[in-house]
């Protein structure tokens, strides 16, 4: 069974950083690429950043140069760095999977909230 849990959110001040955590169980996670998406209140979610097997990453216009995706596949996690958080980066964020035809697999969410 899949599993992903997220953790490291809280409420920041605009300018400070933050880093998420999603660890993840019943999966052969070096194989697969793995994603953070966020989703504002009221608003659709979107894909803020991948890093695939390889460890090659990509990042949305609004991610890049602020943020940072890696993973460990030796302890089965997928981190997101962000830095320079703006009050427009408020989300809840999630991290997801896609396992091919075992379909997507998303993680609880954590709240980020970046307010003064």
């Known amino acids: 069974q899949v599993q992903l849990v997220e953790s490291g959110g809280g409420l920041v001040q605009p300018g400070e950083s933050l880093r998420l955590s999603c660890a993840a169980t019943g999966m052969i996670f070096r194989l697969y690429p793995m994603d953070w998406y966020r989703q504002p209140p009221g608003k659709q979610r979107e894909l803020v950043a991948t890093?695939?097997?390889?460890?090659?990453?990509s990042y949305a216009d609004s991610a890049k140069g602020r943020f940072t995706i890696s993973r460990d596949n030796a302890k089965n996690t997928v981190y997101l760095q962000m830095n320079n958080l703006k009050r427009e980066d408020t989300a809840v964020y999630y991290c997801?999977?896609?396992?091919?035809?075992?379909?997507?697999?998303w993680g609880q969410g954590t709240q980020v909230t970046v307010s003064s």
């Open positions: 890093i695939t097997s390889g460890g090659s990453t």
């Open positions: 997801h999977a896609k396992l091919g035809l075992r379909g997507d697999y």
